[in-house]
Each structure stands twice: as structure tokens, then as C-alpha cells.
């Protein structure tokens, strides 16, 4: 991996930019090749959630302009964006915005904020989306979504939708949360026919590394679900693969699961281009990835 740090001229005197470029190559998951560029932010907060908010700021400041079309996430860091972005709006300082809400959540918020929105159509152009992550692998950008306990009409699916329609995806993280290697779990959607024999192929494919539970909708969760396992709107089951220890990849998880039988869909996102907005008690870091679609000649 060759790393090169430079300053930008234009700087304020709070940033520092750095390149870096892995030396890994052709479009297969494990090995995709990544440029990264990071800016630093610097200054130190008192209130933890500051960061978030610079974040926020950053993400409608940096990426969202006049006539967009933006799917609007959820998450603690994406309603303050959101709500930034309604006041942009009623400043003038942004025009003729349209926002496509990913979940209850984020509809709810925008139409407070005052944001026009519009459901969103198969087809439907989006320029830009943002959502919070839960966890981000490092290397690839690669994120888990939807370990939050879903919401009236909320469905990961249609919020994995709108992320991967859009021509540009910003995540909004933590820095406890961007991790070389992740764990914790990975929200799985499988179908409810036969969903024991899923679970079960799940927890073997991963025995040693991960639980298996079935989501409840209420009470308690556990390998079998108890007596009321949620049931999505499109009426699937939700399992919690929880990875006790990190993954080697998360983005070779994904390409496992994506294999599995009975499997609809699943909380990891891997996109490009993608831009990870990281905040912390010291500020801000941003990381882009490019992913060469061609293999080339390393
Ligand atoms: O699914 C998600 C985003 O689509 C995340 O789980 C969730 O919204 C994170 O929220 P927070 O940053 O407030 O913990």
C-alpha cells in the first residue's frame, strides 16, 4: 500500500489532506482496486454529538446542490443533515431540491424541515443519498445498514434501493464505528417459508464466527425467534447474523450471503462511488473511494 500526504494550499488552517492509494487491483470484491482521498478537520469538540453535526454540515455543504434529487437516510447524523438542508432551503442558500425519503424516519423529518419530497419510482434518477452507517470496513468502504429496529412501513430493501439508484452515496459514521476489520451483526432478510432451513445453512456456513437470531417483532430475540419473529412488509423475516469476532471481509460476507438460497437481501452496503464522512471528538475525515471497473495491469 503507498501512502502520500500533502497539504492543499487552499486549506483553512483546520485541514490537512492526505492521498492514499492501495496497490490492490481488478473488480472482484476482495481485491477491488481503491483510491482514497482524506481530509482532515480539525478542532475539538465538547459535546460528543458535535461532531455529528459538523458531519451533517458537511455532507449538504460539500455534495448537495440546486435542482438534486436526494435520498434522504436515517440515523442520528442524517436527520441533522436533514434538517440543515431544510434550512439551506429556507435561506436560499439551495433551490428546487427534491428529497426521496428511505424510511418513516427520514420522511418524517424532511416534511418538518420543509423539503419537497416524492416517493421513489423504479427508474427514478437520484443524484445524491446520504444515510448513517452502523459499521464501515476501512478498506473498501463497505457498510452495514439496518440494525436499527425498524419502523412502521421501514424496509431495507427499499432503502438499499434508493442508496444503490443514487449516482453518488455519502455515509455518515462515527470513528469508533470505521473499523479495519468489523463485527456485530449484519441484518439478513430471508423468506418466511422455510426459514429454519436458511438460518440453519446460515449458522453453518459461519459456525464459530457468528450467532444466528431471529428478529422479534416484540419481546425477546433468540436462535428460534420466540413467539413473534417480525415479519418485514414485504413479509420476510429478519435474521441478526451476529459476528462474535471481525470479518476478514465484509464485502466476502455479502457476496456469501447474496448466494444463499432463501436469502432476499442483506444490510451491507457496497458502493461506488461512495464517500465516507467520519466524525469525531477532533472532527472530521472524509474518505472517497474509485473503484477501477477495469482490470488493469498490476
Ligand atoms: O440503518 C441505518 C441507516 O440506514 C442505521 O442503522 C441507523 O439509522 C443508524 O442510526 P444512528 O447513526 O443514529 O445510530
Known amino acids: 500500500m503507498a501512502l502520500a500526504w500533502a497539504l492543499p494550499s487552499s486549506a483553512s488552517p483546520f485541514i490537512s489532506s492526505s492521498?492514499?492509494?492501495?496497490?490492490?487491483?481488478?473488480?472482484?470484491?476482495?481485491?477491488?482496486?481503491?483510491?482514497f482521498q482524506r481530509f482532515v478537520t480539525r478542532s475539538s469538540f465538547s459535546d460528543p454529538s458535535a461532531g455529528l453535526l459538523l458531519a451533517a454540515k458537511h455532507a449538504v455543504d460539500s455534495y448537495?446542490?440546486?435542482?438534486m434529487v436526494i435520498g434522504l437516510g436515517s440515523g442520528h447524523a442524517s436527520a441533522l443533515a436533514i434538517q440543515y438542508l431544510g434550512q439551506q432551503l429556507r435561506v436560499g442558500a439551495i433551490k428546487d431540491v427534491t428529497g426521496i425519503p428511505t424510511c418513516v424516519g427520514s420522511a418524517s423529518e424532511a416534511a418538518k424541515a420543509g423539503i419537497p419530497l416524492e416517493q421513489y419510482n423504479d427508474g427514478y434518477?437520484?443524484?445524491?443519498?446520504?444515510?448513517?452507517?452502523?459499521?464501515?470496513?476501512?478498506?473498501?468502504?463497505?457498510?452495514?445498514?439496518g440494525r436499527r429496529k425498524l419502523q412502521g412501513d421501514d424496509s431495507i430493501i427499499q432503502?438499499?434501493?434508493?442508496?444503490?439508484?443514487?449516482?453518488?452515496?455519502?455515509?455518515?459514521?462515527?470513528?469508533?464505528?470505521?473499523?479495519?476489520?468489523?463485527?456485530?451483526s449484519i441484518p439478513v432478510?430471508?423468506?418466511?417459508?422455510?426459514w429454519l432451513e436458511t438460518a440453519e445453512e446460515l449458522d453453518d456456513l459461519f459456525l464459530g464466527d457468528a450467532?444466528?437470531?431471529r428478529r422479534p417483532a416484540i419481546g425477546y430475540a433468540g436462535p428460534l425467534g420466540g413467539d413473534f419473529p417480525l415479519v418485514t412488509k414485504e413479509g420476510h423475516n429478519i435474521l441478526d447474523v451476529i459476528f462474535t469476532s471481525p470479518m476478514e471481509s465484509l464485502v466476502e460476507v455479502?457476496?456469501?450471503?447474496?448466494?444463499i438460497d432463501g436469502?432476499?437481501?442483506h444490510g451491507v452496503i457496497f458502493r461506488n462511488p461512495c464517500t465516507a464522512i467520519i466524525a469525531s471528538e477532533n472532527g472530521l475525515q472524509i474518505v472517497d473511494n474509485t473503484i477501477q471497473m477495469e482490470s488493469s495491469n498490476l
Open 19 to 35: 492521498t492514499l492509494q492501495t496497490q490492490k487491483q481488478s473488480y472482484n470484491f476482495a481485491s477491488s482496486r481503491n483510491s
Open 189 to 194: 432478510l430471508i423468506k418466511s417459508v422455510n
Open 263 to 265: 436469502v432476499v437481501e
Open 159 to 184: 432503502e438499499k434501493i434508493i442508496l444503490e439508484a443514487a449516482d453518488k452515496l455519502i455515509l455518515i459514521i462515527k470513528e469508533k464505528q470505521f473499523k479495519s476489520s468489523v463485527d456485530g
Open 254 to 259: 455479502a457476496k456469501t450471503l447474496d448466494q
Open 125 to 145: 434518477k437520484i443524484d445524491l443519498a446520504f444515510d448513517d452507517a452502523d459499521t464501515m470496513e476501512e478498506e473498501t468502504l463497505a457498510a452495514i445498514i
Open 211 to 213: 450467532e444466528v437470531w
Open 64 to 67: 448537495v446542490k440546486s435542482g
